[in-house]
């Protein structure tokens, strides 16, 4: 009975995957991303992506795979909203943070704590270990390490320049964010380009979605000390979001403006922020420009709606969530032709070049002056954003591990 059983099992997860019936997977998943104090944009991505996946697929079993030395209690905790019948935590005893720092080096199994039982394992940040289990799926974001070095933290880019490219050559498939990403580890690492497939990002519509309701907007905007009408940046406070050439915009376009709009920058501390704060003090803007710090999710859609305009002028992005964000919540938004942002936003925002000054300055003094301009931006950007969603973004990353099983 017990060899019957074998014998059936080993049929149905090949002979007949091949002859094209559906077969349950056993799909496994790092969560390293979510089990963190505060959730950064690569942990916002795995999230969609396999809340969306447990929906879509429950005929397949979903494992949440971390490592932890103690307390995982609370890293359970943390994985709450993931948890369904078909999606299960899977944790090893031991220090992920060693664990990552020995293997980058040293051949460790990620098989001897996590076993054999995945056909697909999925690292959502960029390294895959040595000797993992089934089929091995790999997001790499973005470039920037490569591309602006300068703009990365010390420890992320040793990781990454150690790291990266075993995790590609091990990986079975390299997901990314957008064509733009692609063409990025292409230029870098060109040896692995029959691998790349592009997933894009989703939005989360039912979090993100315009706001009518005054009082709350009132609320957020009393909350965090922000009167009358105001620019919002949204985002990590760092070198390659282009803040401090933001401001000397923002300075230019405020110039001879009785009460102009604040320029509100709302989001957590970066990677060699000194610059913007000292940019501020420069420029004598002090009372203009307000640092709202780390923004509570249960706030950021008011925070958006109350914006007369969401601003992103970033360098460099992998895929670029934010803008797209604020579109779902019908806001208008300035951003730049870099990077992946234009294949994110397409012609529903306002796209100004970058690394010139005036050119932000314009792009604020438009969406101030042209109420036109807002209102149709306001309609065309829920529209564009219903383009992304996390479902979609799911039956793409499904169709690669399907991909990937069947060879």
């Known amino acids: 009975i017990a060899g019957m059983k074998q014998a059936l099992e080993a049929y149905s997860e090949s002979d007949l995957y091949g002859r094209g019936a559906k077969r349950n997977l056993r799909i496994a998943f ?37 490592f932890s030395r103690k307390d995982e209690h609370i890293k359970i905790e943390r994985l709450a909203p993931y948890l369904r ?14 664990y990552r720092l020995v293997s ?3 051949p460790v199994s990620y098989r001897h704590f ?56 091990r990986a079975d498939r390299i997901v990314t964010d957008s064509e733009f990403s692609k063409q990025e580890i292409i230029r870098y690492f060109p040896q692995f380009a029959d691998k790349i497939r592009v997933v894009y990002c989703g939005v989360d519509q039912e979090r993100f979605h315009p706001v009518t309701d005054a009082a709350a907007i009132a609320a957020v905007k009393e909350k965090f000390s922000i009167g009358g ?52 003090h420069q420029l004598h803007l002090e009372k203009e420009v ?11 859609c008011a925070l958006m709606c109350g914006a007369l305009a969401f601003v992103f002028p970033s360098i460099y992005e992998g895929f670029g969530m934010p803008p797209l964000e604020a579109m779902a919540c019908g806001v208008p938004v300035l951003t730049t032709h870099a990077a992946s942002l234009p294949e994110v936003v397409g012609e529903d925002a306002v796209v100004v070049d970058p690394y010139q000054v005036d050119a932000i300055a314009g792009g604020l003094e438009r969406l101030y002056t042209d109420a036109a301009l807002r209102e149709k ?19 793409q990353l499904y169709a ?7 060879e």
């Open 30 to 66: 790092d969560v390293l991303p979510l089990i963190g104090c505060r959730m950064t944009g690569i942990g916002y991505c795995e999230a969609g992506q396999i809340q969306a996946l447990a929906q879509l697929h429950p005929e397949d079993e979903f494992l949440l795979q971390f």
């Open 85 to 98: 019948d078909n999606m299960k935590p899977h944790w090893a005893k031991a220090s992920g943070y060693v």
């Open 290 to 300: 307000l640092f709202t710090e780390y923004v509570p999710d249960a706030d950021i």
């Open 114 to 169: 996590f076993g054999d039982r995945a056909q697909v394992t999925h690292f959502f940040n960029y390294i895959v270990p040595p000797n993992v289990a089934g089929k091995k799926i790999v997001t790499v974001h973005d470039m920037v390490y490569k591309t602006f070095p300068e703009t990365v933290r010390g420890r992320t880019k040793y990781m990454l320049e150690t790291g990266l490219k075993k995790s590609m050559k």
């Open 104 to 106: 980058n080096f040293l």
């Open 400 to 406: 690669v591990y399907q991909e990937v099983c069947g």
């Open 229 to 280: 009408d105001y620019f919002l940046y949204l985002g990590t406070l760092e070198p390659r979001k282009n803040l401090e050439r933001l401001m000397e915009a923002y300075a230019q376009f405020a110039n001879g403006k009785h009460n102009p709009p604040r320029l509100v920058l709302a989001g957590g501390k970066g990677w060699l922020d000194s610059g913007i704060y000292e940019t501020v």
């Open 377 to 395: 931006l306001k309609k065309a950007g829920p529209l564009r954003a219903a383009k992304f969603t996390w479902e979609a973004s799911a039956k």
